[in-house]
Every structure is written in structure tokens, then in C-alpha cells.
T-cell receptor, first 117, second 117 residues
């Protein structure tokens, strides 16, 4: 399985600022996703990070608030812009490979715990 | 739209005993995947087991097994010989059977499992 790392692991930010979260996978993967997990809740998909093109956002999430980049097959960033306390969540990066022995298994990074004051 | 329902917010099991976590889902697709993920307090999402909808045989991984009832759209997880390290949130998840923009996971709300020594 691919090993996924995220930076930072946690951060405390002030209202109105922005934070960029990095996701690095140690092998080329077919798809990368960003999820949000609000306190005590399940995971909700923010967007699919597309390599070399604009991300595909889910209903309720917009590019101006959550700009995403994916310059290559192993790296993606998620920015949480103009933060408010409601953005306090765990943000998780995930990958999907559709081939090989581990094809169709989806793995997650360790998450970034964001607290907005 | 696909939905995943976990009707047990919390479950408890005695160490070395067996526990079953329930999951039902709703879909009109015939080709899909089902997963159980474990999330301990460290918040790392760990893939426990995977089931392909086209396979009639129930998946097993060591002490973990599933009871997949396709007609009933039921996908329960059985943990045998429960260990203290099994204590965690368990999420049931669904994914369509092909990639593209629908490669993301849809999660249930989770079941918090406690293991008593």
C-alpha cells in the first residue's frame, strides 16, 4: 500500500488567516481526495484532486474557500482560506489506486488537526 | 444517491469475546465495494477489510470477518477474540465499482467500540 504523509499534523490558527496542508504519497496513485472530519462526526468528501487540472468539488464546498492543487501524481495541497472557528476539523488526504494487488483499496494520511480561534 | 447507515452509535464487548457491528447501505448500482475502517484515538484511518459486491464469499482478515448480504444491502463486521487494541471508532464505507469522479468513499456515521478487560 502507498504510504501517505501530511504536513502539518496539527495547527492552531487565527480567524481570517489561511493554512495550506500538504499531502505526499510515496508512489504514483490514480486518484487523490481530501476529506473533512468535524469534531465527533464522520468523514465528508471536500473534493477530488485532479492531476494538472482543477479539482472536482462536492456540494457545499467551493474553490475560493478550499483551493486545491495537484501538480503531479504523488503530491497535493489543500488550503483552508479565510478561516473561521467552524473550520476547526481534521482534514485527511486519501489515495486510490485502481491497479495491482492493492487495487481499489483506499488509504488515508494521518490527518491534520486544525483549530481556529 | 448512495447512503450508508450505521445504527449503533456505541457498542461494548468483553475482551476475548465476539462482537458484530451493523451496517446497511442503499444503492441502485450492481458493481461496488464495501469497506470497514477503524479510527483509534490517534485519528489514523486504518483499512480493516474490503468486500467486492460481485464476490459471494464473505471477506476475512484474521480476526475480522464480514457478513455480506447483497440482497438485503447489509454488511456487518464481526470481530472475534476482541482485544483491547480493537477499541476505536469503526466506519462502514461504500464506493462505486469504477473510478473517475465517483471514486470517493461514502461513510456511515460510525460505531464507537469499547473493549472491557
Amino acid at each position: 500500500s502507498a504510504v501517505i504523509s501530511q504536513k502539518p499534523s496539527r495547527d492552531i490558527c487565527q480567524r481570517g488567516t489561511s493554512l495550506t496542508i500538504q499531502c505526499q504519497v510515496d508512489s504514483q496513485v490514480t486518484m487523490m481526495f481530501w476529506y473533512r472530519q468535524q469534531p465527533g462526526q464522520s468523514l465528508t468528501l471536500i473534493a477530488t484532486a485532479n492531476q494538472g487540472s482543477e479539482a472536482t468539488y462536492e456540494s457545499g464546498f467551493v474553490i475560493d474557500k478550499f483551493p486545491i492543487s495537484r501538480p503531479n501524481l504523488t503530491f497535493s495541497t489543500l488550503t483552508v482560506s479565510n478561516m473561521s472557528p467552524e473550520d476547526s476539523s481534521i482534514y485527511l488526504c486519501s489515495d486510490l489506486t485502481t491497479s495491482g494487488r492493492k487495487g481499489n483499496e483506499q488509504f488515508f494520511g494521518p490527518g491534520t488537526r486544525l483549530t481556529v480561534l | 444517491a448512495q447512503t450508508v447507515t450505521q445504527s449503533q452509535p456505541e457498542m461494548s464487548v468483553q475482551e476475548a469475546e465476539t462482537v458484530t457491528l451493523s451496517c446497511t447501505y442503499d444503492t441502485s448500482e450492481s458493481d461496488y465495494y464495501l469497506f470497514w475502517y477503524k479510527q483509534p484515538p490517534s485519528r489514523q484511518m486504518i483499512l480493516v477489510i474490503r468486500q467486492e459486491a460481485y464476490k459471494q464469499q464473505n471477506a476475512t482478515e484474521n480476526r475480522f470477518s464480514v457478513n455480506f448480504q447483497k440482497a438485503a444491502k447489509s454488511f456487518s463486521l464481526k470481530i472475534s477474540d476482541s482485544q483491547l487494541g480493537d477499541a476505536a471508532m469503526y466506519f462502514c464505507a461504500y464506493r462505486r465499482g469504477y473510478g473517475g469522479s465517483q471514486g470517493n468513499l461514502i461513510f456511515g456515521k460510525g460505531t464507537k467500540l469499547s473493549v472491557k478487560p
